[in-house]
């Protein structure tokens, strides 16, 4: 909205500011982490009040997260809220890709906000369906997979591209559309089940989206995918304003998340990021990228692929428990270390996926 400001511009004064993208998303950084910072407590304070008991904590856990008893959940409204009101002030409403990944956000936030209101009102851990659940992430990315191909230039339709190797294209078609869909999605269940420690999913979401980011800014701006030989799409520089939101709604969240947390993200949190990520990796045609930046997430997602494919085939267990990082905590890792390893595994993958952009 600000944005247009630019037409009150004489192109040298102050307003003329609001025509770069990075003075943009600093502002929408400090207005997202002002936002989370303002209104955590009180949003904890009403949760609290609303929820009573708080999350319900699985009986067949960790025996430490007995301690956890009464927190409550739905944190994620705070990010969510965060990141609505800086995209909205600070990004530019004539670009779609900023739509669509609101679009992916607040939808998957909603099937999260029903799911953690099942479980808090029933108290019980299981809450909505999981058919149910993933019958509405396949439809929204559905929806936001198609909005994003009618976007993108026409050389690059319905085609995936592959990191490291220069100029190649693999010409999906149709399957385009379902593939979009199923990397979506999978973004929005590997954070969700990321997200089981004081901390351990938020970082590991600010670093993976700083980093889409930062590869949709280049691959936006005709000089830098030029000189870095990667496949120029118009409009996704403006993504990075609503990563440096989601940035700042994250660190206001984790003011209040650090442990010993006094509000959990819930679903409401988990889904919507994860499924921004997926959103803006379709945007920037990174979706491969995707996999290495939140590697994390995918070895989460898998240790519970792995542990209940094979508990079915063979009555025994891979891991101790699954996902992985309860595996470490039976293992006698204490909680932080879980979450501070895991944020440096973070951020090495989110190195390495940057690399793909030069390495060719």
Known sequence: ML???????????????????????????????????????PLINVL??????????????????????????????????????STLLWARWDNPF????????????????????????????????????????????GVASWWTALYHPEALQYQLALPVLKDT????????????????????NAVNLTD??????????MIAAGTLGVIGYLVGNATFANYLDVHYVPGTSEIIVFVAGLAGGGLGFLWYNAPPAAVFMGDTGSLALGGALGAIAVAT????????????????ALSVIIQVLYFKRTGKRVFLMAPIHHHYEKKGWS??????????IALVLAVIGLATLKVR
């Open 196 to 205: 089981g420690l004081d901390g351990l999913a938020i970082m590991p979401v």
């Open 98 to 141: 900023v739509w669509v990944i609101l679009f992916v956000t607040l939808s998957f936030g909603l099937i999260g906000f029903a799911d953690d209101y099942a479980k808090v009102s029933k108290q019980n851990a299981s809450g909505v369906s999981g058919k149910v659940r993933l019958g509405l992430g396949f439809a929204i990315a």
């Open 169 to 188: 294209l693999i010409n999906l078609g149709l399957f385009f559309i379902p593939f979009a869909m199923f990397v979506i999605v999978g973004a929005a």
């Open 3 to 41: 944005y247009w400001l630019t037409l009150l511009s004489d192109g040298g004064d102050f307003f003329n500011l609001f025509t770069y993208t990075t003075f943009r998303s600093g502002g929408a950084f400090l207005t997202a982490l002002a936002f989370g910072l303002m209104f955590g407590r």
């Open 285 to 300: 045609k990174h979706e491969i990228v995707l996999g290495v930046v939140g590697g994390l997430f995918v070895v989460e």
């Open 335 to 344: 909680e932080s270390q879980i979450v501070i390893r895991f944020w440096i």
């Open 48 to 85: 609290r009040v609303r929820q009573g008991k708080g999350q319900p904590i699985r009986d067949d856990g960790p025996e430490g997260h007995l301690a956890k008893t009464g927190t409550p959940t739905m944190g994620g409204l705070l990010i969510v809220g965060a990141l609505l009101t």
